[in-house]
């Protein structure tokens, strides 16, 4: 158990569908992120929230939509999604300081299918 | 072209063998450089945080490298084991952005 628990761990929607991951940290870090992991790709960073604002949005799709209602929650809403958006969501939280980022700790994941 | 490089891609190594992943990177400003464990169907687990000053860091069976130099990382699994089949991670820090490589996938066979 990392401390990041991500619901639900798996995820099979239409392209028509609304749906949304959950995150909760318990872990009192300052920042949380959301990232895509597709086969044999890097991780690729969505969204990122830093004491709940969100300070980063790299040119993701607006059919993503994330949500920080505190530091300890994250959603990520989906709805009309596409076959090449089926991957791994992660979501991770850390401690950030000045110059440099603490140490990441991710969830489980999301395995998300679109059909 | 990715900031962050990571050979071999794959590897297939016996139980008990050792074995060693390199990692390239070109990022910069360097902050510190990762190395992740991630499991089947789970999220990435840190190993190693190193930074610019520090040439080697073990966590068990796991020694990381680090020529800040030539801008080289190595990881090296000792007496492998079943359950050191996972994906591995290189992660470079620039100043809190975090550059990741894709990986290499290692599966350790009896």
């Known amino acids: 158990e990392t401390g990041v628990t991500q619901t639900p761990r798996h995820l099979v929607m239409g392209m028509t569908n609304k749906k949304s991951l959950k995150c909760e940290q318990h872990l009192g870090h300052n920042a949380m992120y959301w990232y895509k992991q597709s086969a044999k790709k890097p991780l690729e960073l969505m969204f990122v929230y830093n004491f709940k604002e969100q300070t980063e949005n790299n040119s993701v799709p607006s059919r993503f939509s994330p949500e920080c209602p505190n530091s300890s929650h994250l959603f990520l809403h989906l709805h009309t999604l596409q076959p090449e958006d089926s991957a791994l969501y992660l979501c991770?939280?850390?401690?950030?300081?000045?110059?440099?980022?603490?140490?990441?700790?991710f969830g489980s994941g999301t395995q998300l299918s679109v059909l | 072209k990715n900031q962050v490089e990571q050979s071999p891609q794959s590897l297939i190594i016996l139980e008990g063998k050792n074995c060693t992943l390199q990692?390239?990177?070109?990022?910069?400003?360097?902050?510190?450089l990762r190395w992740y464990k991630q499991d089947t169907g789970r999220g990435p687990v840190s190993l190693t945080i190193m930074t610019f000053s520090e040439n080697t860091k073990s966590n068990g069976r796991y020694t990381a490298t680090l020529d800040a130099d030539t801008k080289q990382s190595s990881l090296h699994i000792t007496a492998s084991q079943l359950s050191d089949s996972a994906s591995y991670i290189c992660?470079?820090?620039?100043?809190?952005?975090?550059?990741f490589g894709a990986g290499t996938q290692v599966v350790v066979t009896p």
């Open positions: 990692c390239n990177y070109t990022v910069s400003p360097f902050s510190n």
């Open positions: 991770a939280s850390s401690q950030v300081l000045e110059v440099t980022n603490e140490k990441l700790f």
């Open positions: 992660v470079v820090d620039s100043w809190g952005k975090l550059q």
